[in-house]
């Protein structure tokens, strides 16, 4: 589908002039009349969800897919918006009747009226402007994980949620699964004592990373809209292989592994010990050296590797360590799983099974849980004692699972804001533990920050080199103000400059 020629986009509307058009156009319909969309067959909203979809390949497929096999058949996809033609087309194809657009604000301009939420589903630097203006429309949103890219993102659209008072879902589906409940019946009922450690591993990253900028530069692909997909990053010449998957390595669109299945790794410990911020965070990344006359850091990418350690204090008082390992980085083998066994298998995502993603395991006074990402298969350590286990449910599952999380949003939507609980709301969880994510990536950030230096040294005389300042600090972290408090450099990760037209992000 060509692009139409008056397209905000094209006529270089700023995304002040989209929001002050796209709410007087939008003013009053909150819910869609019967009459607005009746001459296109669709039935009254109080039994429908229209939804309007930002994203439609890798996992936008996925969420869209969901919407459609809603058992109550509620979901309608109304709009489908994607700057790459390739991952658009199978979607159109899905849903003949969806009409497309190319930019989600000449989406949100021409169509706020007949549509009542939306589904985000893009690469990560982009999340936080579509998502706060979809809310500024009053219009309820599903954001992939993690909800941001920084840190002042996720303070911003927690607080949009509260203040438009719309039914908001982070794509972080763990949150809704059975085991979530199962582990809280566990903790409440005192099985495994007070936990004092946790363990947080995965196998990201599983695309680039650790590696200097390309200094090819490969004509971009006829059906990708490139300026629409830089969006809100700072203009840069197109890079080979970088869409659908590849960005996520470099900090510029992406926020590395931590970014992808940090919300789906930390957020049980989160939820379950309602952790809050945390106060200090530490650690050490594979791509540092620690010579001070080599460069060797590749600023503008995620490390291979990396270990850090969140330091957080529960409401009872209690301190608790949480350490986040990726690039394969795994904790030290347990007495409890047999010597012979792939202790990837016993303790992470699906038992038996070697297509391993991440884990969480627990570690109590009296005991040890684990379980795979997102809450998913706990179990009991050592396995044996899993057979004795009978503690009665206390919590409700939802029906489904992991996919009831995208109907449970869908049904909350149709209840109304207050209406209804959903399982990763943007207030009081997704955002909180949002920021607590990303920032594990401003101390990874934190170890490029350099100076130049010179030195006289006693073997090879006068050198120039650099200082690493930011290297293996414990950044101390004044969550609610959203600051480090011992180290001022760090705090240019919190907020970064949006590209001109493309922001600054105000409620």
């Known amino acids: 589908m060509k692009e139409k020629k008056d397209t905000p986009a094209k006529k270089g509307m700023s995304r002040g002039e989209f929001i002050k058009k796209a709410a007087i156009a939008g003013a009053g319909f909150t819910i869609v009349p019967r009459f607005v969309l009746g001459g296109r067959g669709y039935v009254a909203p109080s039994d429908k969800l229209y939804i309007a979809a930002v994203g439609c390949g890798g996992e936008a497929e996925n969420d869209i897919h969901h919407y459609a096999t809603a058992p109550k058949k509620n979901a309608v996809m109304a709009f489908l918006c994607d700057v ?50 979809a809310m500024q429309m009053n219009k309820h949103l599903y954001l992939q994980k993690p909800l941001t890219h920084d840190i002042y993102e996720a303070r911003l659209l927690t607080e949009a949620a509260k203040k438009y008072k719309v039914v908001t879902q982070m794509g972080d589906q763990g949150s809704s699964c059975d085991g979530m409940r199962t582990m809280r019946e566990w903790f409440e009922a005192g099985l495994i004592g007070d936990i ?23 004509p971009v692909p006829a059906d990708l809209k490139w300026d629409l997909w830089l969006g809100t990053a700072q203009y840069v010449d197109y890079i ?13 669109f992406g926020t590395g592994a931590l970014g992808d299945m ?16 945390p106060t200090e965070i530490s650690g050490s990344a594979s791509t540092v050296y620690s010579g001070i006359f080599k460069e060797g ?4 990418s995620g490390p291979v590797s990396s270990s850090l350690k969140f330091k957080f204090t529960m409401k009872n008082g209690k301190d608790v360590d949480l ?38 395991l627990f570690i109590g006074t009296k005991g040890k849980v684990s379980c795979g990402w997102g809450g998913s298969h706990p179990r009991l350590l050592p396995l044996s004692l899993n057979k004795d286990v009978h503690i009665p449910e206390k919590y409700s599952r939802i029906e489904g699972g992991m996919d009831g999380h995208w109907w449970q949003w869908v049904d909350a939507c149709i209840a109304g804001y207050g209406k209804m609980e959903v399982d990763s709301p943007f207030v009081g969880y997704a955002g909180p533990l949002t920021e607590t994510v990303l920032l594990g990536n401003l101390l990874l950030r934190s ?50 400059e949006y590209r001109k037209g493309w922001g600054p992000l105000a409620l």
């Open 240 to 252: 080979d292989n970088l869409v659908p998957f590849n960005w996520r390595g470099w900090w510029q």
């Open 323 to 360: 350490f986040w390992l990726d690039g394969g980085i795994t904790p030290e083998r347990l007495t409890e799983v047999d010597p012979n066994l792939n202790s990837n298998e016993v303790l992470g995502d699906w038992p038996g099974e070697n297509d391993f993603e991440g884990a969480t």
């Open 297 to 300: 850091v590749f600023p503008e």
């Open 84 to 133: 790459d033609d390739r991952q658009a087309k199978p979607r159109m194809k899905e849903f003949p009747k969806a009409k497309f657009y190319h930019d989600w604000r000449e989406m949100f301009e021409k169509e706020n009226k007949n549509f009542d939420a939306v589904t985000v589903a893009i690469p990560d630097h982009n999340h936080a402007l579509v998502g706060l203006s």
């Open 262 to 277: 940090g919300c789906h790794i930390i957020g049980p410990p989160f939820k379950l010990l309602e952790l809050g911020y």
């Open 447 to 496: 170890f490029n920050i350099k100076e130049k230096i010179k030195r006289n040294d006693p073997v090879y005389g006068n050198m120039e080199g650099y200082k690493f300042s930011g290297r293996y600090l414990a950044l101390k972290w004044d969550g609610e103000n959203m600051k480090v408090t011992n180290y001022e450099p760090a705090n240019q990760f919190i907020k970064r």
């Open 196 to 218: 004092e450690k946790v363990y947080c591993w995965t196998d990201r990253p599983v695309w680039p990373q650790g590696i200097s900028w390309p200094s090819a530069k490969p």
